[in-house]
């Protein structure tokens, strides 16, 4: 237990809060009801975000949009995955434009201004209608029912798109109106809507250090549909974990540098996939670390997981991780369609840790062993990753500044951090009503070059021997972990990550199962992630939101 303590103290910094401190106290969740009181939060609703400007462009059309329609199309939608939508509007049952009206309903009867409200949204496309029109009119006859087209994307709000300003959930980006980042791009060429933006922890919550999870100024308090102020959203794509939860679009992108996809996702009872740093491009996303950021899909499946990183999924040339790693262009869906879960996992050897007690993830393993798999218990390796803080700090004084340079609205009045946090100073009460720690400690970090590279070297050794002297002395495909507890190792040896749904607490508190692996070992994860969720089937709806 010393060391997951050690473990959580570490991963506080740069990770979710929660999940840290979950970690050494999970034997104490399972045997109480703990965490069942309503947290008091210091803001809550949003002092900047104008919901009235917001709707302003729907008014019309979701007045139409009436209650019975909005029953009669339900069936077709809700909790389905992309394959059972298309497969519907190919009968003619439904519509694009009626997709798009019924996830706009759900929106505005559950995410703002009211006593189930969620805070998950921070913006929407004003377009979102008329694009959704014209792709009913192109649509294909002979369409794959796995494809991206027509399907509304949100995208966490420091993904650049167009026709909608890029936050980080920051006041001083409220008008960066910016054009669309590389994945935005390659997510419209394949069809996609861009339905609008999810909040997050701001500034990818490496900001005030003392906030909680999921609080931005622009976007608020974004709260978790299993248990509004009592459970964490998880950070720092809290709004694309919610907003999948809450079924408010059909699929959502979110970003990581350490567990930022693997915390909300877990927390949500959704599925997360943090892809392999440069599999995905970061041009137009708001950065923290240009070493460990990636972006990556989460959905409420994993067959829709698979379809939504086929469709991000591109080479930029502008993104030196995407040119040196140069991956090949794979099939990530053809292998999903006719997968025998026990007859797949007959042949795969993966390893799971001692010392956690957590029941969930023993019943797990057990399920997995019942299967067909063949599970190797592990001893944890004793190995730190020392100065990661340091890595974000050196990373973001030099990528923020690059990305408002080359990215962001040539209106902003911001060049770089120093301008940020003074900005920031002359409202605190709305603009870091929780203070600005991590950004001061960014700016008081500096090394040389070779300094830094030294940094960088080490935790990437150290990250992979963590994952390879087990997997390579035992023979495994892969090693199983809870939510994001081991997020810090995968980020630094820039490993892929995918969790998936394996239950909920006594006190409902959503978890996850967590699969990690080597670097492009993106296919194979989504097969054994796809393999866990047909044996185990362990998502469910918040019972709040289901109607």
């Not at 192109?138 to 300003?165: E, F, H, T, V, W």
């Not at 740093?277 to 950065?287: D, E, H, K, N, Q």
């Not at 150290?462 to 495994?476: K, Y």
Request: glycine content about 6%; proline content about 5%.
């Amino acid at each position: 237990m010393k060391q997951f303590l050690l473990l959580a103290l570490f991963v506080v910094f740069f990770s979710c809060k929660e999940e840290a401190t979950q970690e050494n106290a999970e034997s104490v969740a399972q045997d109480s009801n703990a965490l069942t009181e309503e947290r008091e939060y210091a803001v809550l609703d949003s002092k900047v975000l104008d919901t009235e400007a917001l709707w302003k462009p729907f008014e019309f059309d979701t007045k139409m949009f009436t209650e019975t329609k909005y029953s009669k199309l339900k069936p077709l939608i809700f909790e389905k995955n992309i394959p059972e939508i298309q497969e519907a509007v190919a009968q003619g049952k439904l519509t694009y434009e009626e997709l798009v009206l019924f996830y706009l309903t759900r929106i505005k009867k559950y995410d703002r201004e009211n006593e189930l409200s969620l805070n998950s949204i921070i913006a929407l496309n004003p377009k979102i209608l008329d694009q959704a029109r014209e792709l009913d009119e192109k649509r294909p006859q002979d369409l794959d029912p796995y494809s991206i087209y027509g399907m509304p994307i949100l995208l966490k709000d420091n993904i650049n798109a167009s026709d909608m300003p890029t936050t980080a959930g920051a006041v001083v980006f409220e008008n960066n109106n910016a054009g669309d980042a590389f994945i935005t791009q390659k997510l419209k060429e394949n069809g996609a809507l861009i339905l609008g933006k999810a909040n997050l922890s701001e500034w990818a919550y490496f900001f005030c250090g003392d906030c909680p999870s999921g609080y931005s100024a622009v976007g608020g308090q974004t709260l978790n549909p299993y248990g509004r102020k009592i459970h964490d959203t998880g950070g720092s794509s809290s709004g694309s974990g919610v907003s999948m939860a809450a079924n408010f679009a059909v699929a959502a992108v979110g970003s990581e540098t350490s567990g930022s996809i693997l915390s909300p996702s877990s927390s949500n009872s959704v599925v997360g996939l943090k892809p392999t740093i440069g599999l995905l491009s970061r041009g137009g996303i708001v950065p923290i670390s240009s070493t460990l950021d990636t972006p990556g899909p989460m959905t409420r499946t994993v067959v829709d997981n698979a379809i939504l990183l086929q469709a991000m999924i591109g080479l930029d040339a502008d993104d030196a991780k995407a040119v040196s790693l140069q991956a090949e262009n794979q099939d990530y869906i053809s292998a999903l369609k006719a997968l025998d879960a026990e007859a797949f996992l007959t042949e795969k050897r993966l390893g799971y840790y001692k010392g956690y007690e957590d029941t969930l993830y023993i019943q797990a393993v057990q399920a997995l062993k019942d299967a067909g798999a063949t599970l190797v218990e592990l001893e944890r390796p004793e190995i730190n990753l020392p100065q990661f803080v340091r890595v974000l700090n050196l990373d973001m004084k030099k990528d923020l500044p690059d990305y408002i340079a080359k990215y962001g609205a040539k209106s902003l009045s911001v060049k770089d951090l120093n301008d940020i946090t003074a900005y920031n100073k002359k409202d605190s009460l709305v603009r870091m009503p929780y203070g600005q720690k991590l950004l001061y400690g960014v700016l008081e970090d500096s090394a040389s070059t070779e300094e830094f590279t030294a940094i960088k070297d080490t935790l990437e050794r150290n990250g992979r021997l963590f994952f390879d002297e087990p997997m390579q002395a035992n023979d495994l495909d892969a090693v199983l972990s809870i939510n994001n507890y081991m997020a810090g190792y995968a980020a630094v040896a820039k490993y892929p990550a995918i969790t998936v749904p394996m239950g909920y607490q006594d006190n409902n508190r959503p978890m996850g199962l967590t699969f990690i692996a080597p670097t492009l070992s993106e296919a194979q994860l989504l097969e054994l992630a796809y393999a866990y969720e047909q044996i185990s089937k362990k998502r469910k709806t918040p019972v709040d939101f289901d109607e």
